[in-house]
């Protein structure tokens, strides 16, 4: 019994769209707190609590369904997608807690697989699991709710971008493309692979460059992580009412295959989701059908979108293509335009 088998969708092309989503969200009625730094009110990757003048908790929760058949390969993914919102708020991960659905019927040591996999990036990232929450389910699913520790002068949300700054993205494109299309029996083992490498590398590497560095705290105004909303829609909330971005599609670092496979119409279900959500405010009238299912693409475990201080753009990407070298300048913030998203 393998996992996929198991699994109507897998990923982060599992998460329900981001405006059925933000429409529930708008209804609830929450407590306010002044030391809340962070929620819900916005839509940024993880909530901040301020516990005094240098301390914030920083905390996030992400789990899913396997998009891969190795269970070992699966945790690492899950571990490692639930760790970047840390990073992308600009925190230091403490600890971790497991979350666990798993069907009764299969195979335990598949479970301690996927477990395994998961400890192992927890390691990696130099943090702890401890402890966690599990249940049966029909379908196997596996996350983590992680908590961190954060400056609350230096928190870095997704919509704080200024005019004139420059996007760097830090991992390749295509991650929902190519497994669609493995699923489907047309990648290559080569072309798997480097999807899977890419989702399993933790961001830890490119956002210390830039967490930790005097020289670029004050130059790095926002962050994300592009998941399973792909870039098209992350790029939308990180424009947010004052500006629009201005992506370079030539310059899009993208996995060998993808955009073959977009022309074959290897589309995603979350993809088209996307595509509906953004479709009022993006501007493709530019680019090629195939370039268009790269924007829309779900990623799981995909890289950072970082906007930076012109100055410091170039200086910073190359430090971060030092262990990350897929990433790359993919264009520029300016004030708002007609569409929040112009792809040219």
């Not at 993880?46 to 516990?51: F, L």
């Not at 990036?121 to 520790?149: C, F, N, Q, R």
């Not at 992506?247 to 589309?267: R, T, W």
């Not at 088209?272 to 779900?298: G, H, K, L, W």
């Amino acid at each position: 019994m393998d996992l996929l088998s198991n699994c109507t969708s897998g990923g982060c092309g599992a998460k329900i769209g981001p405006g059925d989503l933000g429409d529930m969200l708008s209804k609830l009625r929450c407590k306010n707190d002044p030391r809340l730094l962070v929620g819900f009110g916005g839509r940024d990757d993880g909530a901040v609590y301020q516990i005094d003048e240098r301390k914030a908790l920083v905390s996030t929760v992400d789990f899913f369904s396997p998009m891969v058949n190795d269970p070992y390969l699966f945790g690492k993914i899950a571990a490692a997608n639930a760790l970047s919102d840390i990073y992308a708020m600009g925190g230091k991960p403490l600890f971790a807690l497991n979350l666990i659905c798993f069907p009764e019927k299969m195979d335990k040591k598949i479970l301690e697989e996927i477990l395994a996999g998961g400890a192992e990036k927890t390691m990696e990232a130099d943090t702890v699991i401890a402890g966690g929450h599990s249940i049966y389910d029909h379908e196997p699913k596996y996350g983590m709710a992680v908590t961190g520790l954060v400056d609350p002068h230096n928190v870095l949300r997704n919509d704080s971008c200024k005019a004139q700054d420059v996007l760097i993205l830090t991992k390749a494109l295509g991650v929902g493309l190519v497994m669609a299309a493995e699923r489907g029996g047309e990648a290559s083992r080569g072309q798997v692979k480097a999807a899977a490498d890419s989702m399993e590398r933790l961001n830890r590497y490119a956002a210390e460059k830039f967490i930790y560095s005097e020289r670029y705290q004050r130059a790095v105004h926002a962050c994300t992580d592009v998941t399973g909303f792909g870039l098209a829609v992350h790029a939308s909330e990180m424009a947010g009412k004052d500006h629009s971005i201005v992506i370079d599609s030539s310059s899009l670092p993208i996995l060998e295959g993808a955009l073959d496979f977009a022309e074959k119409y290897f589309a995603t279900a979350a993809g088209q989701r996307n595509r509906n959500y953004i479709a009022e405010s993006i501007d493709i009238s530019c680019v090629t059908q195939a370039m268009e299912e790269i924007v829309f693409d779900p990623q799981t475990s995909g890289g950072l979108l970082i906007a930076v201080e012109a100055e410091f753009a170039q200086r910073l990407c190359d430090e971060i293509k030092e262990d990350d070298p897929s990433a790359a300048i993919i264009g520029e913030v300016i004030k708002r335009e007609d569409k929040a998203v112009i792809i040219l």
